[in-house]
């Protein structure tokens, strides 16, 4: 139960959260290396700051939307003793 909730609640938010996502990570590549001609001619060192960027964020979202559903889990259905 708290496995599928979890999914749709990470889903929602990374919906929700997509734009700023890759808006955000837009902006810092164009802040890291404003000479670069296209997006995909970036220089090694500002692709490796891009993918850590994202990884971190989408372990923010996993651990948010497990903290969400555990305390919805909770709330409707009662602690439950974890063993």
């Known amino acids: ?3 599928c909730l979890t999914t749709i609640v990470f889903l929602l ?3 929700g959260l997509s734009t700023f996502m890759f808006g955000s990570a837009f902006f810092i590549a164009v802040l890291l290396d404003p000479d670069a001609p296209s997006i995909f001619e ?3 060192h500002t692709n490796v ?3 850590v960027y994202l990884i971190v964020f989408i372990k ?3 651990k948010v939307s497990r903290m969400l559903s555990n305390s ?3 709330f409707l ?3 439950e003793d974890e063993q």
Do not use: H, N
């Open 13 to 15: 938010i990374t919906s």
């Open 49 to 51: 700051i891009l993918l």
């Open 42 to 44: 970036l220089q090694w």
């Open 77 to 79: 259905f009662g602690k």
């Open 72 to 74: 919805i889990c909770d």
């Open 60 to 62: 923010i979202i996993v």
């Open 1 to 3: 139960m708290r496995g």
